[in-house]
């Protein structure tokens, strides 16, 4: 929990950096002037969607970076082989591309899926799933991130960071620049000191808020995801793999850029529950237990 809010408060510090930068750049040089709200507005979107889909258009990139994912080009043996033929079967049926498929090394069972688009992705599966879980189990797991592709959670959470990192950095500033004018009595002396630090925090606290909406939309699609791995493997495949995944929940060795798009997450209580990506896999297992599967719902694009 730690790491995820430094990260946050780094990555917010970092934007603000470079839009100052930016809007000053514009303004010294430039002569463009961003004191209203719809210049704002401009800023914020060109930031805050850019930000996203410049992630997005890396992320296999960086996923295979950040976890040393080998994709397999020739399988070497027979797992390899059964799993590529496995994706390849269930993005058929899906009716996606292909995608890329790799092998990563961590203890712990789980798998993720990413990519720029519903047939440009990546399934990588960790060393730990293939020790710890059956091919039934194991097929449920790779349905479950083919579905993610398929339903385009990765462009859907793309858009929705957007539109949030959007609404952060301009209530940030059109606040920031209220609360300003207030404290100087009015004077309009343009933004000092006082300014640049009450927009610091604002972007910190609404950035929090934007992070819960974002996790609650993540933990969403997980029950999306679970059905249509029910659908590409049959219900009891994921049911099993999901109480597999029982056995070590809470041992999550992959990296930020990619956490939230594993098969498995991390615990939460109380208020942390709100920063969870995925819902407690009790809760999953008894939705898909009484989920109708419907393999033209659960695998539609978004």
């Known amino acids: 929990m730690l790491n995820r809010i430094f990260l946050f408060l780094a990555t917010n510090l970092a934007v603000l950096l470079l839009l100052g930068i930016v809007m000053f750049v514009l303004q010294a040089v430039?002569?463009?002037?961003?004191?209203?709200?719809?210049?704002?507005l401009v800023m914020a979107m060109l930031f805050g969607f850019g930000g996203s889909f410049v992630s997005l258009l890396m992320s296999k990139w960086m996923a295979k970076r950040a976890t040393g994912a080998m994709?397999?080009?020739?399988?070497?043996?027979?797992?390899?082989?059964?799993?590529?033929?496995?994706?390849?079967?269930?993005?058929?049926?899906?009716?996606?591309?292909?995608?890329?498929?790799?092998?990563?090394?961590?203890?712990?069972?789980n798998a993720f899926a990413?990519?720029?688009?519903?047939?440009?992705?990546?399934?990588?599966?960790?060393t730990g799933l293939l020790r710890g879980m059956s091919r039934d189990e194991a097929e449920a797991v790779l349905g479950h991130e083919v579905a993610h592709v398929a339903n385009g959670d990765m462009v859907t959470m793309a858009l929705l960071q957007g539109v949030l990192n959007t609404f952060v950095i301009v209530l940030a500033r059109v606040i920031g620049r209220a609360i300003d004018g207030y404290l100087s009595g009015?004077?309009?002396?343009?933004?000092?000191?006082?300014?640049?630090?009450i927009v610091i925090v604002l972007d910190m606290v609404f950035g929090l808020f934007a992070s819960m909406i974002a996790m609650w939309f993540s933990r969403r699609r997980e029950?999306?995801?679970?059905?249509?791995?029910?659908t590409l493997a049959g219900r009891e495949k994921m049911i099993a793999a999901l109480e597999r995944l029982k056995q070590n929940h809470g041992a999550n060795t992959l990296p930020q850029q990619v956490a939230a798009f594993g098969i498995s997450g991390a615990l939460g209580h109380g208020l942390k529950k709100l920063m969870m990506s995925h819902p407690p896999?009790?809760?999953?297992?008894?939705?898909?237990?009484?989920?109708?599967?419907?393999?033209?719902?659960?695998?539609?694009?978004?």
């Open 114 to 126: 990413t990519g720029a688009n519903r047939n440009n992705a990546l399934v990588a599966v960790s």
């Open 186 to 197: 009015g004077r309009n002396e343009g933004p000092g000191l006082a300014y640049f630090a």
């Open 71 to 109: 994709v397999i080009t020739e399988p070497r043996n027979e797992m390899e082989r059964w799993l590529v033929t496995t994706v390849q079967r269930q993005a058929q049926a899906a009716g996606i591309g292909m995608p890329e498929v790799a092998i990563y090394d961590a203890p712990e069972i």
């Open 30 to 40: 430039f002569g463009v002037r961003l004191g209203n709200n719809g210049a704002l």
């Open 223 to 230: 029950f999306r995801a679970d059905i249509g791995g029910a």
């Open 281 to 302: 896999l009790e809760q999953r297992i008894q939705a898909l237990r009484h989920a109708q599967l419907d393999g033209n719902h659960a695998v539609a694009a978004a």
